[in-house]
């Protein structure tokens, strides 16, 4: 659990993009293991942003999605259980500020997906898609360039599994709750496409939410210094992305 007595005060939400994401009364805060924005005084200062805005919110943690991460130095059953207990470990070490959300709240991990009934079908046309339509695999491969120039160590087929799968959660997500999806870093150009009205119908869904960036300014007695989550250049996952 995290002490909150033991960090410095929260940093200050900045948020972006509010003409989109004002219409929402929904949000979900976008989880990813291992990324520091999303844990401590990080996730108390946009909780209490969110308290203020929303009428309903969702913990949507990318646990099990993670095990693609892994799958390069462990089977996939190791990668699937390890990556199961990061996610208990960050919803253990996040209990006290979880519970500062006022507002009524849900959490989502990423099994649900993996065993909801329409995932392996949508899971499939998205991998059809990604096959079979040049311009789809042209913006998938440009958010995987995006890591692999971060990180050298970044299998590029195992990020674009990632992607795919990470997409189709997330559109079955998007189809049951129309809302504002919070993270610390700009949307993917996969998500960007997809979200477009323009793609066949039985891929659509993401086009009913917003992509919500966040990042941080720490409070000091004077005024406020700027503090960077363009996660970006850092810590993050596919939609989320740590691939």
């Known amino acids: 659990m995290t002490d909150l007595s033991s960090h410095e ?4 939400t900045r948020v972006w993009n509010r003409d989109l994401w004002s219409a929402h009364t929904v949000c979900s805060f976008e989880i990813s293991m291992g990324n520091r924005w999303q844990e401590g005084t990080y996730l108390a200062s946009q909780i209490e942003w969110a308290n203020r805005h929303f009428k309903r919110c969702f913990i949507h943690l990318g646990d099990t999605l993670h095990r693609h991460n ?9 990668a699937h259980a390890t990556s199961r207990v990061m996610g208990s470990a960050w919803l253990a070490r996040n209990a006290e500020i979880l519970e500062t959300i006022k ?60 992607l795919l799968e990470e997409a189709a959660g997330d559109t079955l997500f998007c189809r049951q709750n129309p809302m504002a999806r919070i993270y610390p870093a700009s949307e993917l150009a996969t998500y960007a496409y997809l979200s477009h009205t323009q793609v ?9 939410s917003v992509r919500v960036r966040v990042s941080f300014h720490r409070r000091k007695e004077h005024g406020s210094i700027p503090q960077s989550s363009n996660t970006d250049s850092g810590e993050e996952r596919s939609g989320r992305s740590g691939a």
């Open 9 to 12: 005060p929260s940093p200050r």
């Open 103 to 162: 507002i009524p709240h849900e959490i989502v991990r990423w099994d649900h997906w993996l065993t909801h009934p329409d995932f392996p079908g949508l899971r499939a046309a998205i991998q059809d898609h990604y096959d079979s339509n040049v311009f789809f695999r042209g913006v998938v491969a440009q958010d995987v360039e995006r890591f692999t120039k971060r990180n050298s160590a970044v299998n590029p087929v195992r990020c674009v599994d990632y």
């Open 70 to 78: 892994l799958l390069d130095r462990m089977s996939p059953e190791e």
């Open 200 to 208: 066949p119908d039985h891929l659509k869904g993401l086009h009913q």
